[in-house]
């Protein structure tokens, strides 16, 4: 059955396992604090709801997916160094502990701080129409979480091409340099995000929860140091997975040549 929520800028709604969350704030898209905020909180329940597996993130309208910071709301007072929530800007650059996947469906416009949201993600996808770029330099500030996250998903050089430059970039172009997962018709890509996510929510959310802690710890760690951690079972993640009923499962559905049954347990 499927539900929906609606809170201010942003609406959620959810079905079986997934849950989709659409930014609607016109006529950019643009986040304030307050936004910020309600993303956080959404977020944050999505991580803690153990009957939601996989999210979506997309924005309505077809020209903005997000600008970013919203600097007519700075102009208005908000701080751009305030209180943007629970899960820093956008709800998920700065969550905690989420080891379920996130698609972002980026259907125009994905500039700045939207460009650092869709990274936030882990999986995205685009409309053929859609544009990128990191313009901060142009406004005498600097795109923080793109600098840190940017030079270690695509190659260097290119990276630091986006940064200095500020240039725009398209669907091509990203997906070139590895970006995104794939490109769509813009008519296509709500439905194409969807299918993602219904692939996703068909599998084992305990390996997911286990791949996301991982990758996120293993960034900093020396690959000795991490599969060490990995084989002594020294990820929460990693520990609830090997003494859980899903895997159990896994090696009995393999053996018996069955699609298997994930509980999450």
């Given at each position: 059955?499927m539900q929906?929520?609606?809170e201010?800028?942003?609406?959620?709604r959810?079905?079986?396992?997934?849950?989709e969350v659409?930014?609607d704030r016109?006529?950019?898209?643009?986040?304030?604090?307050?936004?910020?905020?309600?993303?956080?909180?959404v977020?944050?329940?999505?991580?803690?709801?153990?009957?939601?597996c996989?999210?979506?993130?997309r924005?309505?309208?077809e020209?903005?997916?997000?600008?970013?910071w919203?600097?007519?709301?700075?102009?208005?007072?908000?701080?751009?160094?305030?209180?943007?929530?629970?899960?820093?800007?956008?709800?998920?650059?700065?969550?905690p502990h989420?080891n379920k996947?996130?698609?972002?469906?980026?259907?125009?416009?994905c500039c700045?701080?939207?460009?650092?949201?869709a990274?936030?993600?882990?999986l995205?996808?685009a409309?053929?129409?859609?544009?990128?770029?990191?313009?901060?330099i142009?406004?005498g500030?600097?795109?923080?979480?793109?600098?840190?996250?940017?030079?270690?998903r695509?190659?260097?050089h290119?990276a630091?091409?986006?940064?200095?430059?500020?240039?725009w970039?398209?669907?091509?172009?990203?997906?070139?340099?590895?970006?995104?997962?794939?490109?769509?018709?813009?008519?296509?890509?709500?439905?194409?995000?969807?299918?993602?996510?219904?692939?996703?929510?068909?599998?084992?959310?305990?390996?997911?929860?286990?791949?996301?802690?991982i990758?996120?710890?293993?960034?900093?760690?020396?690959?000795?140091?991490?599969?060490?951690?990995i084989?002594?079972?020294?990820f929460?993640?990693?520990?609830?997975?090997?003494?859980?009923e899903d895997?159990?499962?896994?090696?009995?559905a393999?053996?018996?040549?069955?699609?298997?049954?994930?509980?999450?347990?």
């Amino acid at each position: 059955m499927m539900q929906m929520r609606s809170e201010g800028p942003i609406r959620t709604r959810h079905e079986g396992a997934i849950l989709e969350v659409t930014l609607d704030r016109p006529k950019a898209n643009a986040i304030d604090l307050g936004t910020s905020r309600i993303m956080g909180d959404v977020f944050r329940d999505f991580r803690d709801d153990d009957a939601l597996c996989v999210a979506i993130l997309r924005a309505e309208g077809e020209k903005f997916f997000c600008p970013g910071w919203d600097l007519k709301g700075a102009a208005d007072g908000d701080a751009v160094d305030g209180d943007y929530g629970v899960g820093g800007f956008g709800g998920l650059q700065e969550l905690p502990h989420l080891n379920k996947p996130v698609i972002a469906a980026v259907n125009g416009i994905c500039c700045g701080g939207g460009l650092e949201l869709a990274l936030s993600c882990d999986l995205i996808l685009a409309a053929d129409t859609a544009t990128f770029a990191l313009p901060e330099i142009r406004s005498g500030t600097v795109a923080d979480a793109a600098s840190v996250k940017l030079p270690k998903r695509i190659p260097y050089h290119v990276a630091m091409d986006l940064l200095l430059t500020g240039r725009w970039f398209d669907a091509e172009e990203a997906l070139r340099w590895g970006l995104l997962k794939e490109i769509c018709a813009p008519g296509d890509l709500h439905s194409k995000a969807w299918d993602l996510a219904r692939l996703l929510e068909s599998g084992p959310p305990l390996v997911y929860a286990a791949i996301k802690e991982i990758v996120r710890e293993a960034e900093d760690m020396r690959f000795q140091d991490a599969l060490n951690r990995i084989t002594k079972r020294q990820f929460a993640t990693v520990d609830r997975l090997y003494a859980s009923e899903d895997q159990l499962e896994g090696a009995r559905a393999f053996a018996e040549k069955r699609d298997p049954v994930w509980k999450g347990r």
